[in-house]
C-alpha cells in the first residue's frame, strides 16, 4: 500500500480504505468520493488501469517515469556521448544517467539497464538464503562499477524502478517489502509526499514483520528525516532520540549505528542544540573510523557534524564568550573540514554529495575565522545559529 490519500479529496487513508473500485483498485475515503470520481471521468480511465495492473501499479509506472526523465535530463550533460556500460549502446532513445562515484568514461547507464540487471540478480536469490538475498538488493542502490551508492535523482529513479517491478506481489511477499524499503531509502525526502511513502513504510513493517527490529528502525529512520526536511524538526528530533535508544540497545551494525549518531546530531542542531550534538558525535568519530573506516562516507558525515557543531553556539547561549577556546574550536573545525573535503576528493569525485557537502562546510567555517579575525572587542558577538549536515537515510 502506497497510495495513502483518496483519489478525490486528498484525505490520509490506511492500509484498509473505506471504498476501492472493484475494478482497478483506485482508494477513496467514502463512497461519496467515489461516485464523484465517477462523475468526473474516472470511467474513461478505469478499464486502462485496471489493464495496467491496477492503480498501484499504474501511479507507479507512472512515478517512474517521471523520476527517470528528471534524472535524465539532470544528467544530459555529463552523459552526452557516452555510452551504457551494460547494454553498450547511446543514449539516443531513453538517455543514459550517472550518480555514483564513477569518473572520466565510467559509470554511465540506462536506468532501464540498471533496473534490468538489478531485478536479475534478486530474482535469482532465495528470500531464506540471507547474506545472499541482502546482496542481490545492494543492485538497487549500489553502481556495479564504482561500488558506491547511487544518489540523487538517480537514486530516486531506481527506487521507482524497483517498486514498479514488485508491487503487484501480494503485501504480505518479502520481496514486495522490501521494494517499499528500497523506495522509501531512495526517495528523495524534500515533499510532504515522501512522509507518506515513509509512514506507509512503517506501517507496513509493523503489520507483516513486527519482530524485526533492524526494520522497524529503518522505517523510523527514513520517516524522521523526512520530517525535518519539510520542517517538522521537533518531530524528528524525538523520533531520532527514540531511534538512538533503541539502536544502542539492540546492537547494530556498524554502519547503520553511525547512521543512527549522524542522524540524531543533525536533528540536535537542526534545532539548536549544538553542544548537546558535539557530546554525541565526540563519543563516536573514533569508533566510526576503527569500525567501518576513516573513508567511509558516513564517517565523513560524522566529522562534518562535528566541524558544524564546533562552528556555532546553542541558540539559547548567553553566557560570555572566551575569545581564545572559540578561536581554538574554529581552527579545530576546520582542520577537521580540510580533512574531509581531501578525502572526499579522493574517495568520491570532486561533484559528489559529500565532496559539495565538504565542500560547503569547510567554506562557512573559513567564513566564520574571518568575522572572528575582525572582531576588535574583548567580547565577540554570539555565534549564528544554523542548521547542519543534509540528514542521512539508514539503509539496512
Known sequence: MILTTCAVCAVPLTHEAPATCAKCET????????????????????????????AEQH????????????????CAEDTEGQTCYICLEDGSEEGLVRGCACRGAAGFAHVSCLTKQAQIATDEVDPDDGEAWDASWDKWTTCGVCKQEHHGVVMNALGWACWKTYVGRPEADETRRTALTTLSFGISSDTEAS?????????????FAPEDEYDLLSAKSNLAVAYKTNGRASEALALEREIYAKSKEIGEDSVDAIVTVNNLADSLMATGLFAEARTLVREHLTEASDSIGADHQETLYLRMNYAVSLTYEDANHNEESDDEQDRKDYLEAERVAADVLRRAERVFGSHHPVTDDARA????????????????????????????????????
Do not use: F, M
Not at 512522509?195 to 503489520?207: K, N
Not at 562557512?364 to 540528514?391: F, G, M, Q, W
Open 27 to 54: 482508494r477513496y475515503c467514502g463512497a461519496a468520493c467515489q461516485r464523484d470520481h465517477w462523475r468526473r471521468g474516472h470511467e474513461d480511465n478505469c478499464e486502462t488501469i485496471a489493464r495496467g495492473g491496477g
Open 59 to 74: 501511479n507507479a509506472d507512472k512515478k517512474y517515469a517521471e523520476a527517470v526523465e528528471v534524472a535524465v535530463e539532470e
Open 195 to 207: 512522509i507518506c511513502i515513509h509512514e506507509a513504510h512503517l506501517d507496513c513493517v509493523r503489520r
Open 361 to 396: 562546510i569547510l567554506k562557512d567555517v573559513r567564513k566564520e575565522i574571518a568575522c572572528h579575525e575582525r572582531r576588535t572587542t574583548l567580547r565577540r558577538r554570539p555565534k549564528r545559529v544554523r542548521t547542519s549536515c543534509p540528514p542521512r537515510t539508514n539503509h539496512y
